[in-house]
């Protein structure tokens, strides 16, 4: 069975930095690009950024509200995925889901908080 | 950038009515357009894929259609455990754009 576990949410100040993880279990996690998608209290769905596999070179791709200050990278030995999240504005405040592969989102971790504020 | 527009933006059905929502996207995007099912405080899930394709475990009242900028999403007999959002997304693996619409959100009269 698919199973990603979001971690590392949490409450930051603006301007601080923040590292969530992804930990998958039930497929071979390093033949997979991972993607980030993160939801504004209230609001709708926004594709944050993804990585690829290291088959296909293990680039990585971002939204560009968070181009620059957010960065995915991956640790295949351990089957886990990070985004390392710096100059956190208030504007971050969102549940950040970790999901499988870049463009169909068939597995969906249950998401961690992360909350910008002062 | 590739927009996403959904309409309607809420609406209210019976159950057992048929319930269709529209997606538009500002180019054409092929048949690359997804759908989810999200309730609340859970993450989305996955419906239809490359427009028409239901996904593994998926009730078939759920169906999806159209190709270029037009798509349909439709549920043939709404049930009292689709109340959820529903979210049309885009994607286009070669530019690596990926776009949610801004959602629909479905209740029950």
Redesign the interface.
């Known amino acids: 069975e698919v199973q990603l576990v979001e971690s590392g949410g949490g409450l930051v100040q603006p301007g601080r930095s923040l590292r969530l993880s992804c930990t998958a279990s039930g497929f071979t996690f390093g033949d997979y690009a991972m993607?980030w998608?993160r939801q504004a209290p209230g609001k709708?769905?926004?594709?944050v950024g993804?990585i690829r596999s290291k088959a296909y070179g293990g680039t990585t791709?971002y939204a560009?509200s968070v181009k620059g200050r957010f960065t995915i990278s991956r640790d295949d030995s351990k089957s886990i995925a990070y985004l390392q999240m710096n100059s956190l504005k208030t504007e971050d405040t969102a549940v950040y889901?970790c999901t499988r592969g870049?463009?169909?989102?068939?597995y969906?971790?249950?998401?961690t908080l992360v909350t910008v504020s002062s | 950038?590739i927009q996403m527009t959904q309409s309607p933006s809420s609406l209210s059905a019976s159950v057992g009515d048929r319930v269709t929502i529209t997606c538009q996207a500002s180019q054409d995007i092929s048949n690359?357009l997804?759908w989810?099912q999200?309730k609340p405080g859970k993450?989305?899930?996955?419906l239809i894929?490359?427009a028409s394709n239901l996904?593994t475990g998926v009730p078939s009242r759920f169906s999806g259609s159209g190709s270029g900028t037009d798509f349909t999403f439709t549920i043939s007999s709404l049930q009292p455990e689709d109340i959820a959002t529903y979210?049309c997304?885009q994607?286009?693996?070669l530019l690596?754009l990926?776009?949610?619409?801004?959602?629909t959100k479905v209740d029950i009269k």
């Open positions: 993607s998608v709708g769905l926004e594709w993804f791709e560009a889901y870049m463009g169909v989102a068939a969906w971790g249950q998401g | 950038d690359y997804n989810y999200q993450a989305p899930k996955l894929y490359d996904e979210y997304q994607y286009d693996n690596s990926f776009t949610f619409g801004p959602g």
